[in-house]
């Protein structure tokens, strides 16, 4: 049984090397921070770039470190959508190119999630078309809003398609959320804001008839899904008594189910408490890796949950990611 991590992420070398040289240019500021560190700034975005997120060798040591033995290598903040269109396809091709030069070297350690230039939609087709080709391209990364767009937004419509008809399930995860000038004291940005931001991108899914449209379409929450699974309540409610839901043609706790969520919740007792609500299987292995916020033994944090049965330990911890990314 291969250990999976959906949840890891990774600035290419040559991605940071683009972003440094043609940044400046294209909207973000770049720089170094008293630890040598590549300091990265647009608007609303702060992002600094560690060893750990850039080589690949002590990647591999983490890995084995935590027991785990595929990473699906994603882009996170600050993604892509921050530069002028043609920019945003440049970074993502270099991205995407760079997560299959990855797995062409380390096979069976490395899959990629491919990012998409979604500012320009007609432009996320193309590289999803052209990514969806590459070795080791097992998925879509995407950020749950786009430049302040919620996800059901029509334009994305025909990106959703192509996934579909692609096969290529798509992760997603914040970026700049919600809120976040009130919450720039004490890390709220992260503790609160990364949570209520996937589930408002969940409920723009659901509500905005995105997961009706494509049926086949698989979609994985990070966090646990953040708010959505523990909020589902009110929607069920919401959606019998406002008029603004009156669309709605099964109650908001039927689409539980429609949705994959990672492991990410620190919470031991909340972790089983989603397991029981969702299934488990609709729950995939995440770690964060490797953000001071992540999971450092992830594989540990299921083996310890001695409620669960060792089916239910398995298909987390493989089985169902490599379902979804098809390994």
Not at 290 to 312: K, N
Request: aromatic content about 8%.
């Amino acid at each position: 049984m291969l250990t999976i991590d959906t949840h890891a992420h990774w600035f290419p070398a040559e991605w940071v090397e683009l972003v440094a040289k043609k940044g400046g240019r294209n909207g973000a500021k770049i720089g170094k921070n008293d630890r040598g560190q590549v300091t990265f700034a647009a608007p609303g975005i702060r992002s600094k770039f560690q060893a750990t997120y850039i080589e690949l060798g002590l990647r591999l040591k983490l890995m084995d470190d935590a027991r785990v033995d595929i990473h699906a290598l994603s882009l996170t903040s600050p993604m892509v959508y921050w530069a002028p269109p043609e920019f945003g396809l440049r970074l993502s091709r270099v991205f995407n190119d760079a997560c299959a030069a990855a797995h062409l070297k380390y096979p069976h350690r490395f899959v990629g999630m491919a990012t998409l230039p979604m500012q320009d939609p007609d432009l996320a087709v193309q590289e999803a078309t052209r990514a969806a080709g590459l070795p080791g391209i097992r998925g879509v990364y995407m950020a749950t809003h786009v430049n302040g767009k919620n996800l059901e937004d029509r334009s994305f419509w025909p990106v959703y398609e192509r996934c579909e008809v692609l096969g290529l399930p798509i992760f997603l995860h914040p970026v700049n959320p919600v809120g976040a000038e009130r919450m720039q004291g004490y890390h709220l940005r992260n503790f609160l804001g990364n949570p209520y931001e996937t589930g408002i991108a969940a409920a723009s899914l659901m509500f905005g008839g995105v997961m009706d449209a494509f049926p086949r379409l698989d979609v994985m929450l990070p966090h646990a899904g953040g708010t959505f699974p523990n909020l589902i309540g009110r929607m069920d409610h919401g959606a019998t008594v406002r008029a603004e839901c009156k669309h709605m043609t099964q109650p908001p706790s039927s689409y539980l189910r429609r949705f994959h969520y990672d492991t990410i919740t620190h919470s031991d007792r909340i972790l089983v408490n989603l397991i029981r609500q969702v299934g488990a299987d609709r729950v995939v292995l995440g770690s964060d890796c490797p953000a001071d916020m992540s999971y450092t033994r992830p594989v540990d944090v299921i083996e310890r949950l001695t409620e669960l049965s060792t089916s239910e330990r398995d298909v987390i911890l493989s089985g169902n990611a490599a379902r979804l990314l098809k390994l």
